[in-house]
């Protein structure tokens, strides 16, 4: 059974930073390229940062600089570091491996200006 679990500190204030850490289980986690994304109300949910089996990554271009995806193929974990953290980047954050639909409950992050 698919299990990802979204964990971190949810409020900061803008300017500040956090780090989303993401647990993985009941799949072969190694392979997969995995993703952090984010979804406001009203919005569809969007990438933010997705990192491949090799450790390659990409980003979108409003985080580019300010957030680094990173991943524990051993301990089965996909971290977000998010700094300069804007309000626009209030959202709730899930992480998934790339293609699949099974989420998580998710984090609500909220940055305060």
């Known amino acids: 059974q698919v299990q990802l679990v979204e964990s971190g500190r949810g409020m900061v204030q803008a300017g500040g930073s956090l780090r989303l850490s993401c647990a993985a289980s009941?799949?072969?986690?190694?392979?997969?390229?995995m993703g952090w994304y984010r979804q406001t109300p009203g919005k569809q949910r969007e990438l933010v940062a997705r990192?491949?089996?090799?450790?390659?990554?990409e980003c979108v271009d409003s985080v580019k600089g300010r957030f680094i995806i990173s991943r524990d193929n051993a301990k089965k974990m996909v971290y977000l570091q998010m700094n300069s953290l804007k309000p626009e980047d209030t959202a709730v954050y899930y992480c998934?491996?790339?293609?699949?639909?099974?989420w998580g409950q998710g984090i609500q992050v909220t940055v305060c200006s």
């Open positions: 990192i491949n089996r090799s450790g390659g990554t």
């Open positions: 009941g799949f072969m986690f190694s392979i997969f390229t």
């Open positions: 998934n491996r790339e293609g699949f639909s099974n």
